[in-house]
């Protein structure tokens, strides 16, 4: 039988075919109308019916643009027609994602799905509205967040703050060995070149192994972290607040150090300014490695130029030492928003930064600082790109105000369900492929893609950070 299809309002098209021209969910194909008129689809919708003897496949799906590419101001009014359909070749798939690049710089994100020789481009501008990467352990989330970071550092200008707990992008100023990125002598130079330009300005702070030591000084934190680091509630521990306010503002320089307020607790004889000492050491606040004594924090270290900082909490001794750190960063960079300066915060493992039900004040306040971002952040050029494994578990105020999706491998049914409805702008049966997704495979949709596109992520060029334990323990003995 001949694959037809017809489109009543110009926007959308049904279709029918046998079972041995069927059309997956999320391929591309064209419809040549009349006077050879041919238009660029996605398929959407598939289903197979019993017909007699055999099958017939019908189906559904949007229309992207004519082919070749029409001007935008000169393209017809849409309206009814028939059309003869079938697949789309590379070319004509590349020809419409190429020309719907515009001015904005494309991110070469990897190759579209079932078309390996047609790159699957991200558009640069897009990353002006806050994105959120999603996908299960094992599906290739970590890796492509560092094509992404690598992109948008080789591309665009934009400064990066990066929020990693897993060590996972710690070394994106050194690239990978030539054999490891599949690149001729030339291009590999070339490309070394771009990176090594790059490197002075990326900066990485964390524990005692990181380049520089993730350092906060305590009297540089809002009045009401420095009480969430001591556990101390106006209320319920009222005459030790007050105590520690009358402490504090005894010292004479207003960027005090922890060892500033012990020295302000032994030289008291008040019995609640000494309890504030107890608390102090009983809690081994002072021992915590994150503090800044006489050594410059990273708001001292870090220069003017910078291009992109990482906090690396993944080589702190301890997850309230991560915590502390993460609400003390964000709470800098959102004080530093003013300057409008174009600003993308990287938030890896989301779900513990700025959780629906944080689970100590420290994560509360880092959560108030991501929402407060996600809410107003934008009109200050302050962009969010967060990345998760349970979507579920991300504050849903945040979420919420999420443009972009980058959606790979999930499992979980509910999970699914919960995301085509927030991303309302990612087509659901593209995000129900999401269960069948195999490594590295991903949905795209939003201001970064505005055609929604199925991608298959591309080689990174620097080092990966973390890793996974060995599985050699499972080789054949």
């Known amino acids: 039988m001949t694959a037809s299809a017809y489109s009543i309002d110009g926007r959308t098209f049904t279709f029918e075919t046998s079972l041995d021209q069927a059309f997956p969910t999320g391929s591309y194909v064209t419809l040549t109308g009349p006077e050879d008129h041919v238009r660029l689809g996605q398929v959407l919708r598939v289903s197979v019916e019993a017909d007699g003897g055999g099958r017939v496949v019908t189906g559904r799906g949007n229309l992207l643009g004519d082919l070749p590419a029409a001007d935008a101001d000169a393209a017809a009014e849409p309206h009814a027609f028939e059309a003869v359909i079938a697949a789309a070749d590379h070319h004509a798939v590349a020809s419409h994602f190429g020309a719907r690049t515009g001015s904005s710089a494309a991110l070469a994100l990897g190759s579209i ?19 959120f990467l999603c996908g299960q352990s094992g599906s290739g989330k970590t890796y492509t967040l560092g094509v992404v970071l690598e992109r948008l550092l080789l591309e665009t200008d934009i400064r990066i703050a990066t929020i990693d707990p897993n060590s996972d992008y710690v070394n994106l ?42 350092r906060a000084t305590y009297g540089r934190l809002s009045f ?29 320089t207003p960027e005090y150090t922890l060892d500033d307020v012990m020295a302000a607790v ?37 220069p003017e130029d910078w291009r992109m900082l990482v906090a690396d909490l993944g080589s702190l001794p301890s997850a309230q030492e991560g915590s502390i750190a993460a609400a003390a960063l964000l709470g800098f960079l959102w004080e530093q928003r003013h300057h409008r300066r174009p600003l993308i915060v990287v938030i ?49 105020n945040v979420l919420s105000q999420c443009d972009n999706l980058l959606l790979m491998r999930m499992n979980s049914a509910a999970d699914i369900a919960t995301l085509a409805e927030t991303f309302s702008f990612a087509p659901t049966p593209l995000v129900e492929q999401a269960a069948g997704f195999q490594l590295g495979e991903g949905l795209a949709a939003g201001k970064i893609a505005p055609d929604p596109l199925l991608f298959k992520s591309g080689r990174r060029f620097t080092v990966e950070g973390g890793s996974d334990v060995s599985s050699r323990w499972a080789d054949p003995r």
């Open 224 to 252: 009401r972290q420095q009480t969430m680091v001591l556990g101390l509630d106006p209320i319920a521990d009222a005459e030790e607040y007050n105590a520690f306010v009358r402490t504090v503002r005894s010292i004479e």
């Open 113 to 131: 799905q079932r078309m390996p020789a047609v790159p699957a481009l991200l558009h640069a501008k897009g990353f002006g509205r806050h994105t």
């Open 266 to 302: 032994r030289a008291s004889f008040d019995d609640d300014v000494r309890r504030v000492g107890l608390r102090i050491q009983n809690l081994g606040v002072a021992d915590q490695s994150i503090w800044a004594g006489r050594e410059e924090a990273v708001m001292d270290v870090l």
């Open 348 to 396: 890896d493992e989301a779900h513990n930064v700025c959780p629906q039900d944080p689970i100590d004040a420290n994560q509360a306040l880092a959560t108030e600082h991501v929402v407060r971002i996600a809410g107003e952040g934008r009109k200050y050029g302050i962009y969010l790109l967060l990345s998760t494994q349970r979507p579920s578990k991300v504050h849903r």
């Open 173 to 214: 100023e050194s690239m990978r060995p030539q054999a490891d990125t599949g690149l001729p002598g030339d291009e590999y130079e070339a490309l070394a070149t771009r990176f090594a330009s790059e490197a002075p300005r990326i900066h990485v702070f964390g524990g005692e192994s990181a380049p520089h030591r993730l």
